[in-house]
């Protein structure tokens, strides 16, 4: 038991480079920088608010604050939501407008938080991707396969994403 | 900035603001002693603090400013109206010599050339031969009237060796105390005072016993020794009293903290000195901020509670929980007070403007400003000000006339211009207003079809065309004058109030004037608001914009083209189905259902909502950024289930109810 | 003698100090000064007056304050030695 622990530590030790949190969304898995994150929750109840565009599930309230709960997986995959027991809502802290934004994403489920080192990331192909080139940052080596680490600024563009839905007819 | 530097500020504005009040009254009603000590104290007090910044530039200007009001105290100089508009641009000087030692940056070429003038200019004043100074206004007056309760005091004065490093002169200090009363007699004690060849000459060797006959306190007296209290030993006794000598004959020589209380008790009709420094405190607004937050917990915290006890019937904690709500509410109701201030004060910062802008142009203008002590919540007050001071230049420039225009229109010459705040259900209604010429409707569109504002057969009611005034493009007039056109549009102005949750509007009678209203909501963090349900979503509108709650009947639906009316006991007002504004998907459609008739600026609307839930606590949370363009949402509220509440904003929602008509 | 200062103040009161010393050794039964010149005085010239004044008591010689201006004079009456320096209005 000792052996794991210092074997762990000794990993951390020998990899110093910015730290990351894998979940998944829809069964791919991504990456995100870990300093973006404030904290990970249950996903509490969402109130709807009318007129936002689809992605945009409503509000929630996170010990008293009220937060704006986001679906990427409605643009980053075109996909819908499918909620389980291990859905979580990830709160990140976004910067706009000089001002510090606390927005939840909806993720299915969250694996762990790793360290990428730089020369583990490599540049996002610019075709082939299963999502838009924009809003991957780069591609992180992660046990013999490829991870997408996100783009916060454009997953979450705080600005397009304000913008009222457009309701035809 | 240190917190020290923060208030040495914020005392500095204080001083500079009540002399330029009172520079301005004296200009309108006359000089009086009042107002002269107030813009001497002024001076003084900033001299003071700045002393313990070593702020050497406020140090050395506001010396001498304090010495020209010193000679004008003591009638040497007369203070008509040259030196109260001289005195006025030192009150700038001083503000700009502020600013920059609060920045901390050295003063710009500017300032250096007009501390260099004004210095001057003080200058020639102190040292002209005291001319007339038998037609000199006789500026000291009644300072000996005997007043119920006057006391002789005995004070003992003794200056420790630092006395003189304060740069304060006892003299000075002497001549302010007998503005308090009357001195019977004044004794230096020379004791201690060394021969000529073993004299320090930078220490004081001399003590002072002074019989002082005033109705002042103790507080007043010792106030006036404030700035050197640390480098001298004051003691003071009460030695008689002139009223009270029957009654208490062996108190004489009592020391005065004990004596004081007695004697205010005792004469309940004691005039309380106005230099009495009030019971007030300065606290951080950020702090206040803080405590709200933490009763909004609270209140949100009871209500779980109250969740707690109807699902349980326990009938004593249910007792409990609702003496805890009493108890919140006034908590919360105290504290929001420390929160409201009167608007007066800020208002009397626009006279300087006013002034200003009727002297360049040279109109005659006559301000007036009611309801100065209608309440608004600080930061409102704070953020109103720019639109307010914009909005008053217009109504100099534009709306009033030349005296000779005016003459010719068969009014006065002298134009009104009117500043008043009052409260109006839940909002306060600022209203500014001119009897000058007034706009028409042709001449708004007109202007608006040469600007390419709207088409040229566009057809306005005469409230459409007055709101032209605010459309961006609009009030960019095409020769910016010197006064108005500073490069700000109204259009900024209605933003800058919509921000507040405000709104403003205008309306005019050619010939007569116009008037520009503008309504803002009380308060910014908890409201008392009305809980109902609409589809799957919860909703709270504030209590007070509530008119009444019918049930809904289908028989009193009109339909009107594509405009929803209902009958409400014989008047038609629009109805807003708030299911379908908002795409809700219906529960269920047998539900019954209600209306709920909100009310604002004179405007009357129903809103078809379902099951209503009654009256609640709300404390309004920020949406957030991302749901800034949210239509008619105010914010949103944790209920005490911890579910999410939205905050109808209603004066966004008759807006875009307004808009859909059209 | 006469005083040629303007204002006198703690700025001046080491160079006052100075100019009165010599007063001392001087010969005259009575020490005249001069402050037609002064316009302004505060606590510290008081005192050195006060000081030569005990100090020429002390010799049997007497000070006298001539032409003093107004202002000079509501100084003394403030601090309550117009008439320890011998001087009173008009």
């Excluded at chain 2, 200009?27 to 002693?33: E, H, P, Q």
């Excluded at chain 2, 304060?168 to 004791?191: C, F, H, N, P």
């Excluded at chain 2, 040279?362 to 002590?373: S, V």
């Excluded at chain 2, 010429?437 to 459409?464: C, N, P, R, V, Y």
Aim: aromatic share 6%; glycine share 6%; net charge negative.
């Amino acid at each position: 038991m000792s052996a794991a622990i210092i074997n762990d530590e000794e990993e951390m030790a020998i990899k110093s480079g910015p730290q990351y949190l894998l979940f998944y969304i829809h069964a791919t898995l991504f990456a995100l920088r870990a300093e973006y994150i404030s904290e990970i929750v249950e996903l509490p109840k969402v109130t709807k608010v009318p007129w936002m565009q689809k992605c945009l599930k409503g509000v929630c309230n996170i010990r008293g604050s009220v937060i704006g709960v986001l679906d990427i997986a409605k643009y980053l995959m075109d996909a819908d939501l499918s909620l389980s027991e291990k859905s979580a809502l990830v709160i990140l802290l976004i910067e706009f407008e000089g001002i510090k934004h606390r927005v939840g994403i909806i993720v299915d489920a969250v694996r762990e938080v790793e360290v990428f080192e730089s020369h583990e990331l490599q540049e996002t192909p610019q075709f082939g991707l299963p999502f838009p080139v924009k809003y991957i940052e780069s591609m992180a080596h992660y046990h013999g396969e490829y991870v997408p680490v996100l783009s916060l600024e454009n997953v979450v563009d705080i600005e397009a994403l304000s913008l009222r839905e457009v309701i035809d007819g | 900035m240190s917190e020290e530097l923060h208030y040495f500020n914020e005392d500095a504005q204080e001083q500079l603001q009540m002399m330029e009040s009172a520079l301005l009254d004296a200009m309108d009603k006359g000089v009086n002693d009042e107002y002269i000590g107030t813009i001497f104290r002024a001076m003084h007090t900033i001299k003071g603090v700045a002393g313990m910044f070593s702020f050497e530039e406020i140090i050395s200007f506001t010396h001498i400013a304090e010495n020209l009001m010193d000679a004008v105290r003591n009638g040497k100089i007369v203070l008509d109206e040259a030196l109260l508009m001289l005195l006025l641009r030192c009150k700038d000087h001083v503000a700009s010599l502020v600013e920059s030692a609060v920045a901390s940056t050295s003063l710009g070429v500017q300032t250096q050339d007009e501390d260099t003038k004004l210095k001057e200019l003080i200058h020639s004043y102190l040292s002209a031969p005291a001319q007339d100074r038998q037609n000199a206004v006789p500026i000291q007056t009644q300072q000996t009237q005997q007043v119920d309760g006057a006391k002789v005091w005995h004070l003992h004065l003794l200056l420790k060796e630092s006395f003189f490093d304060t740069g304060m002169d006892l003299l000075a200090i002497l001549s302010y105390l007998k503005k308090l009363g009357t001195v019977r007699s004044i004794e230096a004690e020379l004791d201690k005072l060394p021969l000529l060849v073993d004299i320090d000459p930078f220490i004081p060797y001399m003590s002072f016993s002074i019989d002082f006959e005033s109705d002042a306190d103790e507080a007043d007296i010792v106030e006036v020794f404030e700035f050197v209290e640390d480098d001298i030993v004051l003691k003071l006794q009460v030695l008689e009293q002139t009223q009270l000598k029957l009654e208490e004959p062996k108190e004489a020589t009592q020391e005065a903290i004990q004596e004081v209380p007695k004697n205010v008790e005792k004469q309940p009709n004691i005039e309380i000195k106005k230099q009495t420094p009030s019971q007030s405190l300065r606290v951080d607004s950020a702090k206040i901020d803080l405590l709200i937050d933490t009763i909004s917990e609270m209140v949100i915290a009871n209500a779980k509670i109250a969740r707690y006890v109807e699902q349980n019937y326990d009938a004593d904690l249910e007792e409990v929980s609702l003496e805890l709500e009493t108890l919140l509410e006034t908590l919360r109701n105290n504290v929001m007070q420390i929160r409201m201030l009167p608007v007066g004060e800020s208002f009397e910062k626009f006279r300087r403007v006013v002034n200003d802008v009727a002297h360049k142009l040279g109109k005659k203008i006559n301000f007036t400003i009611l309801g100065g002590d209608t309440e608004l919540d600080k930061t409102v007050i704070e953020k109103i000000a720019d639109p307010l001071v914009h909005m008053l230049r217009n109504a100099v420039d534009h709306g009033i006339e030349m005296p000779d225009k005016r003459l010719e229109a068969g009014k006065s010459e002298i134009g009104n211009v009117e500043l008043r705040a009052y409260p109006e259900s839940g909002s306060i209604v600022i209203e500014i207003e001119d009897d000058g010429k007034g706009l028409s409707k042709d001449f708004l569109m007109a202007k608006a079809i040469s600007k390419g504002l709207i088409a040229h057969d566009t057809h306005m009611s005469e409230m459409q065309a007055y709101q032209l005034i605010f459309a961006p493009g609009f009030s960019t007039a095409e020769v910016i004058s010197d006064i108005s056109g500073r490069g700000v549009g109204m259009d900024v102005v209605k933003k800058n109030i919509e921000a507040l949750k405000g709104d403003v509007e205008l309306s005019s009678v050619v010939g007569h004037g116009s008037r520009f209203t503008i309504r803002l909501p009380l308060t910014l963090a908890i409201i008392d608001g009305f809980l109902f349900e609409v589809g799957a979503t919860r909703y709270i509108i504030p209590l007070d914009m509530i008119s009444e709650v019918v049930e809904f009947d289908t028989k009193h639906q009109i339909q009107m083209d594509k405009s929803n009316l209902f009958d409400l006991r014989g008047t038609l007002l629009p109805l807003l189905d708030v299911k379908e504004f908002y795409h809700e998907k219906s529960r269920d459609a047998n539900a019954r259902k209600n209306i709920i008739i909100v009310k604002y600026a004179n405007q009357k609307m129903g809103m078809l909502v379902d099951e209503l839930y009654g009256e609640n606590q709300t404390v309004i949370k920020p949406l957030g950024r991302l749901f800034k363009n949210a239509p008619g949402l105010y914010g949103a509220s944790i209920l005490g289930s911890g579910e999410i509440a939205l905050i109808f904003d209603i004066p966004a929602l008759f807006e875009i109810v307004n808009l859909e008509k059209e | 003698m006469k005083l040629q200062w303007d204002t006198l103040s703690i700025a001046t009161a080491e160079s006052l100090h100075e100019a009165l010393l010599p007063l001392l050794q001087s010969k005259e039964e009575v020490v005249e000064l001069d402050l037609e010149n002064v316009n302004k005085l505060d606590l510290s010239a008081v005192q050195l007056f006060l000081s030569l004044q005990k100090s020429l008591t002390a010799q049997n010689r007497k000070l006298s304050l001539s032409n003093c201006t107004n202002s000079v004079l509501a100084a003394f009456e403030l601090c309550g030695c117009l008439k320890q320096l011998g001087c009173s209005y008009e």
